[in-house]
């Protein structure tokens, strides 16, 4: 059972316009949410990260939406550039848990930006 | 100052022979883990260490995988007798504090393949 979803395999956008990747999860547990983002052959890259206690965060052209209710969250980019282009994935985990923090990945969304 | 490095960076082996992948975290780094990514699905939580003790090892798929972390710096993961079922990207990931992810590091991971 999935509790991390990104159910958009892949996402196309023209250089300079807003990139929206989504994440949807199940896991009531889950109070910290991340954005990891990955290159061929290279491993993931923290990339954004956002409490549940925020519904919004933001870095510089990277802004992480949380909507506790509807169990979901989104990535915007803006302006999308060609160096954008790479797997992103969302992750979660439980902040305040005793555990090791374990991260729960979606499977990840494949970004394009095109010149 | 030196990343997350994992070695081999690939690995083809036949199915019943064992594969050992080694991780040297990020010196001074306490916290340890693996994930695995089997072909197209998500990234999943193997094990954490805390120095040379596991913390957490609930990710581990069965008896066939076995993770040592001797002396609390680089780690190895055992697969013995390997499966078809084993094939995938593994990760290792150090952090210096036990915090949800913000600092963890990833290496660029070891494609294992099964034949």
């Known amino acids: 059972d999935q509790q991390v979803k990104q159910n958009s395999p892949s996402l196309s956008v023209q250089e300079g316009r807003i990139s929206i990747l989504n994440c949807d999860y199940t896991?009531?547990?889950?109070?910290?949410f991340l954005w990891y983002k990955k290159y061929p052959a290279e491993g993931p890259t923290f990339l954004i990260s956002?409490?549940?206690?925020?519904d919004k965060n933001e870095d510089g052209r990277f802004t992480v939406f949380l909507n506790k209710s509807a169990k979901h969250l989104s990535l915007h980019i803006v302006p999308s550039q060609p160096g954008d282009s790479a797997v992103y994935f969302c992750?979660?985990?439980?902040?305040?848990?005793?555990?090791?923090?374990?991260?729960?990945f979606g499977k990840g969304t494949k970004l394009s930006v095109i010149p | 100052e030196a990343g997350v490095t994992q070695f081999p960076s690939h690995s083809v082996i036949e199915k019943g022979q064992t594969v050992t992948l080694r991780c040297d975290p990020i010196?001074?780094?306490?916290?340890l883990y693996w994930y695995r990514r089997v072909m197209g699905k998500e990234i999943k939580f193997l094990l954490h260490?805390?120095?040379?003790?596991?913390?957490?090892e609930s990710g581990m798929p069965n008896n066939r995988f076995l993770a040592e972390r001797t002396g609390g710096t680089y780690s190895t993961l055992k697969v013995q007798p390997a499966e078809l079922e084993d094939s995938g990207v593994y990760f290792c990931?150090?952090?210096?504090?036990?915090?949800?992810?913000?600092?963890?590091?990833f290496g660029q991971g070891t494609r294992l393949t099964v034949v």
């Open positions: 990931a150090s952090s210096q504090v036990r915090l949800p992810g913000t600092e963890a590091f």
């Open positions: 896991n009531s547990m889950f109070d910290y």
């Open positions: 956002i409490s549940s206690i925020k």
């Open positions: 992750a979660a985990t439980p902040h305040s848990g005793a555990g090791s923090y374990q991260l729960t």
């Open positions: 010196s001074g780094h306490d916290n």
């Open positions: 260490f805390v120095k040379e003790s596991k913390q957490d």
